[in-house]
């Protein structure tokens, strides 16, 4: 639509007194009735929306089922918790970092169905049926993961507030590009902010654990260098 239509769906929105005038407003006011009434099937409230049947959710908690770290957790939400909260208030798993909730810092970086996703963004109902990795899925026991083990011996953290989102990221990052490039690094790893200015250790990390992955399963320790 071109901005001159805007202004005419604008102009016509504000002519209340015609008779004859159509607005979008009058018209989606008129269409959204047959759009939006629920239909109970099941005791779960269902809208048509672009031909497909849409769950409706809430106002209220509703109980729902997420798969983290390969464990299903029944939990109870309000349709606007987002995964990071839902994970760190109502689940415990408290390793993705609220930072700045708005997506731009990194630090609740997790891993959605393999992909990097800022927690802070993804509402807890939309991660139903995905697979959902936090930073606590990493270690075995006393084994560190290789990139938690690169993060310690390069000394990659200082407050390490944004340290698991990082690590989260460089695993995703690894896990697509065994051996990322520049760029690829620049790409993996460029939505996330240390205000500790901890980069030049972090790259090293990256170096290590690429290069550990690579080499296959080493024993490492908690508190002590790898010696892979
Ligand atoms: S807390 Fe999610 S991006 Fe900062
Ligand atoms: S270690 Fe402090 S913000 Fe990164």
């Known amino acids: 639509m071109s901005s001159s239509d805007e202004r005419h769906d604008h102009a016509a929105d504000a002519n209340t007194s015609g008779e004859s005038a159509v607005s979008r407003r009058k018209f989606l006011k008129g269409t959204g009735v047959a759009l939006t009434i629920p239909l109970v099937a099941g005791g779960e ?3 048509k929306a672009a031909g497909a049947d849409v769950k409706i959710y809430g106002p209220n908690k509703t109980e729902i089922t997420l798969t983290v770290n390969g464990s299903p957790k029944k939990v109870s939400v309000e349709p606007r918790a987002t995964l990071l909260d839902t994970l760190r208030n109502d689940l415990d798993t408290t390793g993705a970092k609220r930072v700045c909730d708005r997506a731009t810092c990194g630090a609740c970086t997790m891993i959605i169905d393999g992909k990097p996703v800022y927690g802070c963004t993804v509402l807890a109902i939309e991660a139903q049926g995905r697979k959902i990795e936090t930073v606590e899925s990493l270690a075995k026991g006393d084994a560190l993961h290789p990139v938690q083990q690169a993060f310690w011996d390069n000394d990659a ?7 698991p989102g990082f690590v989260m990221a460089c695993k995703a990052l690894l896990d697509k590009h065994p051996s990322p490039t520049e760029e690829q690094i620049e790409m993996g790893v460029g939505g996330n902010l240390c205000r500790c200015g901890t980069y030049h250790g972090i790259k090293g990390a990256i170096a290590q ?5 690579k080499k296959g399963p080493a024993k490492m320790t908690r508190g002590g260098k790898s010696n892979g």
């Open 45 to 47: 409230k269902i809208v």
């Open 157 to 163: 953290q200082q407050c390490g507030f944004c340290t």
């Open 209 to 213: 654990a690429s290069a550990a992955l």
